[in-house]
């Protein structure tokens, strides 16, 4: 009921199928043109139309069909599906712009050529605009040397914790399950270590768990969870909760230093022992856990 109501309503608003069937059309009028050339006559241009003409129905696609989240709208998918359509668009475009220049049937004319040459221009410089912009505003204050490393800006602000970081990936074969404090969104700080070695968590970023997963009911009772056992001070209740939950592996970083209190830390001590310390950061492999995954 609900996707028909959505696709009357384009069809009343008849804007988007009308702008899709003129990209249609606009696809079937050039193949149609090259069918009447040498059959060995520009070999790229089918391709070059398939990339535009897979990314138009993506483009258009979501305006009738979208993956419906806790938002309620359809923001995420057009955000996933646009994506391709721009990097399907970008190649398909450069080809174009070959193809209209190299043709002397469609520009024959000096003052053709210029005028295609200043709206090829123009439209470069009115995209590349918002790249620079961009990246003006997102680097402004930062006094790190551009890179494309993701891990640069830790290895500078938390060494300790890239170094735990490269302990797991280096000595923890299997998937055993890591404890880390749970991760606020777009916090790039946070969840970083379950996420940089692939090691499943308790618990991400608890926004985007509960997004993806469509409800909470399983992830609403792991937040407190994580806290009491990083807060507690009783061996016995950590050690049930940490099987609750299969924990091998307890990580006590930057994060967990800060949030934490230092009794509550201490007793990981007594239900596990070091694998890995250095600095701020400290890993702890927990005693007597059936069922895990050792250490390779």
């Known amino acids: 009921i609900h996707i028909a109501q959505a696709v009357a309503e384009k069809l009343v608003h008849f804007g988007v199928p009308l702008l899709l069937g003129v990209a249609m059309s606009a696809i079937g009028i050039i193949w149609r043109a090259r069918d009447r050339r040498a059959p060995d006559d520009e070999p790229a241009l089918p391709f070059a139309l398939l990339l ?3 990314g138009a129905l993506l483009a258009f696609a979501v305006e009738y ?11 995420n998918t057009v955000f996933k599906l646009y994506y391709q359509a721009w990097a399907l668009w970008g190649v398909a475009s450069a080809y174009a712009v070959f193809y209209l220049w190299s043709s002397s049937e469609r520009l024959v004319a000096t003052a053709g050529r210029v005028a295609f040459a200043s709206v090829v221009t123009v439209s470069i410089l009115g995209g590349i605009v918002y790249p620079i912009l961009a990246t003006q505003s997102g680097t402004v204050g930062r006094p790190d040397q551009p890179t494309l490393d993701a891990r640069a800006p830790t290895a500078q602000f938390a060494p300790d914790e890239v170094a735990a970081i490269d302990w797991l990936n280096a000595s923890v074969a299997g998937a055993p399950v890591l404890l880390e404090s749970e991760g606020a969104s ?3 700080e946070t969840s970083r270590v379950s996420a940089w070695t692939g ?3 308790v618990l991400g970023w ?13 992830i609403s009772p792991r937040q407190p969870d994580i806290d009491r056992i990083y807060q507690s001070t009783d061996p016995v209740s950590t050690l049930d909760l940490l099987r609750k939950y299969n924990v091998e592996y307890v990580y006590v970083g930057p994060n967990e230093l800060a949030k934490y209190p230092p009794e509550g830390l201490a007793k990981f001590s007594t239900i596990a022992h070091v694998v890995f310390q250095q600095g701020q950061a400290t890993i702890y492999r927990v005693r007597q856990s059936a069922g895990l995954t050792s250490i390779e």
């Open 52 to 54: 535009f003409g897979v």
């Open 65 to 75: 069909v979208f993956l419906l989240d806790q938002f309620g709208t359809r923001m």
């Open 186 to 188: 777009y916090r790039s």
């Open 199 to 201: 090691l499943p968590g």
């Open 206 to 218: 608890v926004n985007h768990e509960g997004q993806w997963r469509g409800r909470y009911d399983d």
